[in-house]
């Protein structure tokens, strides 16, 4: 089993920053694509940040400059370095990640933390 454990959200008022983590942990042999996902109240969820295992990195358009994601392979973890948040950067953020284990390659995701940002 695998398990993906998001930290950091919380409340910050605009232009200030919050770093979340994500930690994979389970029968992992390796981590293919790590991303950052968001879903904000009555709206779709959608992608903001993805890094792929070779450092390869995609932002949404919204987020560039803003945002940076990375990771940390043998930590299996993932950041998201948010600066220059704004209220609509307010939303429930997901960890994702593409898991290779014994039983095959599978998606994953966290249980989502809260990222409020107040002007």
């Known amino acids: 089993q695998v398990q993906l454990v998001e930290s950091g959200g919380g409340l910050v008022q605009a232009g200030g920053s919050l770093r979340l983590s994500c930690a994979a942990s389970g029968s992992i042999s390796s981590i293919n694509t790590m991303g950052w996902y968001r879903q904000a109240l009555g709206k779709q969820r959608e992608l903001v940040a993805a890094i792929i295992s070779g450092g390869i990195t995609n932002y949404a358009q919204s987020v560039k400059g803003r945002f940076t994601i990375s990771r940390d392979n043998a930590k299996n973890t993932v950041y998201l370095q948010m600066t220059s948040l704004k209220p609509e950067d307010t939303a429930v953020y997901y960890c994702?990640?593409?898991?290779?284990?014994?039983?095959?390659?599978?998606?994953?995701w966290g249980q989502g933390t809260q990222v409020t940002v107040s002007s």
């Open positions: 994702n990640g593409a898991v290779n284990s014994g039983l095959g390659r599978y998606d994953y």
